[in-house]
């Protein structure tokens, strides 16, 4: 039985009555337990996290000094690059009709991958 439904038999058997939305009171477990377990992980695992917000470039200096750490699966390296570079230029439809996405790829391999 999980915590809100132990709550919740708690107060019945005692002869009250539950009050107020239990979808509230699930949302607010729910928040709290992915809170926690982001928590854990990001101690427990902290290097998994930094070296994804590095790759990702999310973590990096503005100035574009480091922006050749930038890799991202199925996005050519010195493509992202020059385009992360000249993003005020903008990109043409020619260019954007070049890009591939790949549609069989594994999920959980289009986020980040090795330099």
């Known amino acids: ?3 809100v439904g132990a709550e919740e038999e ?3 058997l005692a002869g009250g009555r539950l009050e107020g939305s239990m979808v509230g009171r699930r949302r607010v477990l729910t928040t709290w337990g992915v809170g926690e377990a982001w928590e854990r992980f990001s101690r ?3 290097e998994v996290v930094v070296k994804a ?3 990702l470039g999310i973590s990096l200096p503005i100035s574009s000094v480091c922006d050749e750490e930038i890799s991202v699966k199925g996005i050519d390296s010195t493509f992202l690059i020059d385009s992360l570079q000249n993003w005020k ?3 043409s439809s020619e260019e954007e009709d070049e890009i ?3 549609e069989n790829e594994d999920e959980h391999d289009i986020f980040y991958e090795e330099s």
């Open 10 to 12: 708690q107060i019945v």
């Open 53 to 55: 917000f590095r790759i």
């Open 89 to 91: 230029v903008g990109w």
């Open 1 to 3: 039985m999980d915590v």
């Open 44 to 46: 427990d695992r902290k």
């Open 100 to 102: 591939e996405l790949d």
